[in-house]
């Protein structure tokens, strides 16, 4: 079974410019999650989606957005990007469903900003 | 809201010694606690999870214990080998599932 894959795996970008980072879950999952991890903070909550809807979201500005489609893959879009916001963006997918359950990571797409 | 305070951010311990990681939630209607390692330019990977209901549970060297009224979860490994040396995350799930800071473990032959 494939892993969670993302796309593309490095980026660079200058301040102000958008950016749209795309993760393809595990087949048959149908949660997929961001998190932002940058040195000293960990791994920080972005958001969730389910069956194509955001089911929740961390405290990050409205310049981070996502959607999930019908097949499950998920993209996150990041505008006006910042210096603060180079890090290391990781999506994990999981069945999904009313409980919890283990959440599979892809390898992450880092972003650097100049 | 939902937060995870995770101690400590580095330990260093000389294999075969035992490693304890202490996490603490705040959120009384999280229900589920896993455990992540994080190896050098790979995603994090469970090794471990615990739910509400049970307050131990053990998978060979490694050990998660919960306790509800205190709010805290710990992780506990033992005989501690080289190839444990990586970044373990705490997470809680309430309403999203949210992870603590991490913790670099360095295990020294």
């Known amino acids: 079974k494939a892993g969670v894959t993302q796309t593309p795996r490095y980026l660079i970008k200058t301040r102000g410019q958008q950016v749209t980072l795309s993760c393809s879950p595990i087949?048959?999952?149908?949660?997929v999650s961001w998190y932002q991890q940058t040195p000293g903070q960990g791994l920080q909550f972005l958001f969730e989606?389910?069956?194509?809807?955001?089911?929740n979201k961390g405290n990050f500005p409205g310049r981070f957005s996502g959607r999930q489609f019908s097949n499950s893959r998920s993209e996150m879009n990041v505008s006006t990007l910042e210096l603060g916001d180079s890090a290391l963006y990781l999506c994990?997918?999981?069945?999904?469903?009313?409980?919890?359950?283990?959440?599979?990571f892809g390898p992450g797409t880092r972003l650097t900003v100049l | 809201g939902e937060n995870v305070e995770q101690h400590p951010s580095t330990l260093s311990v000389q294999e075969g010694d035992s490693a304890v990681i202490k996490c603490t939630y705040s959120?009384?209607?999280?229900?589920?606690f896993p455990w992540y390692k994080q190896e050098l330019g790979k995603g994090p990977q469970l090794i471990i999870d615990?739910?509400?209901?049970?307050g131990e549970k053990k998978d060979q060297r490694i050990a998660v214990t919960l306790n509800k009224t205190a709010k805290h979860f710990s992780l506990h490994i033992t005989e501690t080998q080289p190839e444990d040396s990586a970044v373990y995350f705490c997470?809680?799930?309430?309403?999203?599932?949210?992870f603590g800071k991490g913790t670099t473990l360095s295990v020294s032959s």
């Open positions: 994990a997918s999981s069945l999904g469903g009313a409980t919890y359950n283990e959440q599979f």
């Open positions: 087949s048959g999952h149908r949660s």
């Open positions: 989606y389910f069956s194509e809807t955001q089911r």
């Open positions: 959120d009384s209607a999280s229900n589920y």
């Open positions: 615990i739910r509400s209901n049970v």
């Open positions: 997470g809680e799930a309430g309403t999203a599932l949210i």
